[in-house]
């Protein structure tokens, strides 16, 4: 008689959704840039069990602002744009936060129903600054190499 009060509908072994605060990876795509977004992003959408026709499309546009972003580096080293090379951070810190409202535009009502059914939030700490190290020294040999072409 004491299981007509045990809930019916979730089981306790059911793989619930985790995922990141979405508005707090704005602060990874402005520090790590886009590869730190793209790597945190994808994984928070697998977190959030998106359909994979979402994950692919967010993992085409990544590709597209990270190739974007290697091509304006590129055209800067070779004088084809008359920008200083000392812009280059900051060009990776706007392609970087591009990457965030594309995948926050994606990511937010999915995060949303995530949390009204009581979803777990993971903390962004470590995670994050792990991927701003690994992005960070990716963007270093990459920009070092495509400016000594």
């Not at 590709?63 to 055209?75: E, H, M, N, R, S």
Request: proline share 2%.
């Amino acid at each position: 008689m004491e299981d007509i009060y045990q809930p019916s509908l979730i089981s306790v072994t059911e793989d619930r959704t985790r995922s990141y605060v979405v508005s707090h990876l704005f602060f990874v795509a402005f520090i790590g840039g886009i590869i730190a977004m793209v790597a945190l992003g994808i994984h928070n959408a697998k977190s959030l069990k998106l359909e994979k026709k979402y994950i692919r499309t967010l993992t085409i546009l990544s590709l597209f602002l990270i190739i974007g972003k290697l091509v304006i580096v590129y055209a800067i080293g070779q004088g084809i744009l008359a920008i200083d090379e000392k812009y280059i951070k900051l060009l990776g810190r706007i392609f970087g936060v591009a990457g965030f409202f594309i995948f926050y535009a994606i990511l937010n009502k999915p995060y949303k129903d995530h949390l009204a059914v009581s979803g777990e939030t993971k903390s962004l700490w470590k995670p994050g600054f792990l991927a701003c190290f690994i992005s960070g020294f990716i963007d270093l040999i990459t920009i070092k190499f495509l400016l000594a072409l």
